[in-house]
RNA sequence: GCCCUCGUAGCUCAGGGGAUAGAGCAACCGCCUCCUAAGCGGUUGGUCCCAGGUUCGAAUCCUGGCGAGGGCGCCA
């Protein structure tokens, strides 16, 4: 199905030419959508904006979908949907099973998210990964994308070094400990390192070892890694995301690429030895990438590319998408100009940097702990669920890293975010839950659905009908432009319109004809509401 | 020093060429014999950081400042 905008569009484009550029009318008196496409005729053509508009509207064939269209201000249009237009397509969201979101995708896309480091809990920094990336997910999978995520978690480099050597050192059995006793090992270790010189020297030995496939170390290493994901497990299933152990591709498993990522990069003559290490230079980049250190050992540069080049030519990937902190956008941006030069990644493979900013506390700073450490991912969602329920305070914490730009930073402030009035999830629950109590209450009481939307005589329930018929759309421009926000915007208006329909227009106790279509219409909003939610990652209870 | 991002109401943020710049929070005033008041309506609150430029039209695009944050060859 064509949506109704663009059935407009072309109509209009039919008589002017160009792209009409509707747009949901900024105010209501405006009517539901407005073109400007008057105002920029109005140049080319030498003629008053408003003769122009007024031409548009006289010879435009739209009588079958609108009100006859208004000339208003300096040469807008404004549209004004038929009601019984308008119905039926809020009837054809309710009856789609997507309402109305378009599947046919068919895209590979691959998404490098979440990525926690081994022997060390998760924290805040991984919080916005692993819910950005995990929207996403959703979001490109609704729109009938193949979507692959990649856990590119770090278990590997030179800090396993004094990690295995500080657990021979102390006789530790690893099996016995947990996440959390292994981040106390890696402090014990840092500390070790730092004041004990044959102790750093047998770590540095312990790194060869490491790489060079010694049994003992591996093993060693292995048992980490395995506290490490039940501890990430656990954070996931706390955090009611995707990822799944089928997800893990950690930074070893690019080990056995590196030398031959190397040399095609010498191959191709995109490297060349500078200073002892092999870098590559890229124009536009004021600092050349490292792919081997002068020492012989890999940057994590190498794993990158190596990464980048298995997501190309072994997933297939048609976009590669990585939700990093916004920190990193010279390396990512680095990473993919190397990659063209080098033929890792073909010109048609989108690689996207998704950066993010920081997570202020109040004072506008890093959030830290008390004491200045840095904020535990679970000491987190703790403070969160003091204060309310666990799928409240999970709604709360996840909407508001979703619903501000990704790019900038945001303060976090839990006392906000679990408000259930204004911009937050907890309200946007709220909406669906009541909505779930109408639709119960009406079944008791035995109340017919209508099985489409037929009346719509109230300005309330003309305004959430038109909301219904954008959710697809808005979806669309999620995938397109990845930036959750628009969604969180969409629905917190949505749920609005619907709090205002709730206090205008009684449903239960309206006659018969108005209560069955009015029930069809919160049907269908309750299913955008959830579907929505879902996209976000975000529970929506029945009951609140 | 160079590069990137950000700067909108007291606070937290939308809006990224188009009509009188919008929400929420906070403050104040209303609204429950009525489907969840965890809600709704209203009032107060703005030099869209500054200065130029482009344009019929700039919060939005360009240039230059100022301020904040981040990054800049062997950590990942």
């Not at 300096?74 to 599947?103: K, Q, W, Y």
């Not at 030895?273 to 980049?285: K, N, R, T």
């Not at 190498?302 to 956008?329: K, N, P, S, W």
């Not at 119960?440 to 300005?459: I, K, N, W, Y």
Request: proline letters at 4%; glycine letters at 8%; a negative charge.
């Amino acid at each position: 199905m064509s949506s109704l905008p663009q059935a407009l569009s072309r109509r209009i484009e039919a008589v002017t030419g160009i792209d009409p550029e509707l747009r949901p009318a900024t105010k209501p008196q405006f009517g539901h959508f407005q073109s400007n496409v008057a105002l920029r005729l109005a140049k080319t053509e030498g003629r008053p904006p408003r003769e122009v508009a007024q031409r548009v509207v006289e010879q435009a064939d739209l009588g079958d979908l609108c009100e006859p269209p208004e000339v208003a201000g300096p040469g807008f249009i404004n549209l004004r949907l038929r009601t019984d237009v308008l119905a039926r397509a809020a009837t054809e969201v309710l009856t789609d099973p997507a309402s109305g979101v378009p599947g046919g995708g068919g895209e590979t896309v691959v998404i490098d998210y979440s990525a926690p480091n081994v022997a060390k809990q998760m924290h805040v920094g991984h919080l916005r990964s692993t819910i950005i990336g995990d929207c996403l997910t959703r979001v490109l999978r609704a729109l009938g994308h193949t979507v692959v995520p990649q856990n590119h978690i770090g278990d590997w480099g030179r800090q396993f070094g004094m990690l295995v050597e500080q657990i021979l050192a102390e006789g530790l059995d690893v099996a016995g400990l947990d996440l959390a006793g292994a981040e106390e090992l890696y402090r014990r270790a840092n500390a070790h390192f730092a004041a004990d010189e044959a102790f750093a020297d047998a770590s540095r030995q312990r790194v060869v070892l490491l790489q060079s496939g010694d049994e003992q170390t591996l093993a060693i290493w292995r048992q980490l890694i395995d506290i490490s994901l039940a501890g990430f497990r656990a954070a996931y299933e706390r955090l009611g995301v995707l990822l799944t152990d089928a997800d893990l591709a950690g930074e070893s498993t690019y080990n056995d690429d590196l030398p031959a990522v190397v040399a095609e990069l010498e191959e191709s003559g995109a490297a060349v030895v500078d200073d002892g290490a092999l870098v590559v230079f890229v124009e536009g980049f004021n600092a050349p990438m490292i792919v081997r250190k002068r020492d012989g050992g890999f940057g994590y540069s190498a794993t990158d590319l190596a990464a980048l080049r298995h997501r190309v030519r072994d997933l297939h990937a048609d976009r590669i998408l990585y939700v990093v902190g916004a920190e990193q956008t010279f390396h990512f941006n680095q990473v993919f100009a190397v990659a063209r030069k080098a033929g890792f990644l073909p010109a048609e493979v989108r690689a996207e940097h998704v950066g993010y900013g920081m997570v202020l506390g109040s004072d506008g700073k890093r959030l830290r702990t008390r004491d200045g450490g840095t904020m535990k991912l679970a000491d987190l969602l703790d403070a969160a669920e003091e204060r309310a329920a666990r799928p409240i305070a999970l709604a709360a914490v996840k909407y508001a890293d979703l619903s501000n730009s990704l790019v900038k930073d945001y303060v976090f402030d839990l006392d906000r975010m679990v408000q259930t009035t204004g911009d937050t999830g907890p309200y946007l629950q709220y909406a669906h839950a009541r909505l779930c109590q109408l639709l119960r209450r009406a079944e008791a009481e035995g109340h017919p659905v209508s099985p489409s939307v037929t009346r719509l005589d109230e300005p309330a329930e003309q305004t959430l009908a038109l909301l219904l018929t954008r959710f697809g759309e808005v979806v669309v421009e999620v995938g397109t432009s990845l930036q959750p926000h628009r969604l969180c915007s969409y629905l917190y208006e949505l749920s609005g319109a619907l709090s205002v329909f709730y206090e205008q227009c009684p449903v239960l106790k309206s006659e018969e004809d108005v209560r069955a279509s009015r029930l069809a219409l919160c049907t269908a909003v309750r299913d955008v509401l959830a579907r929505g939610l879902d996209l976000l990652g975000i529970e929506a209870p029945e009951r609140m």
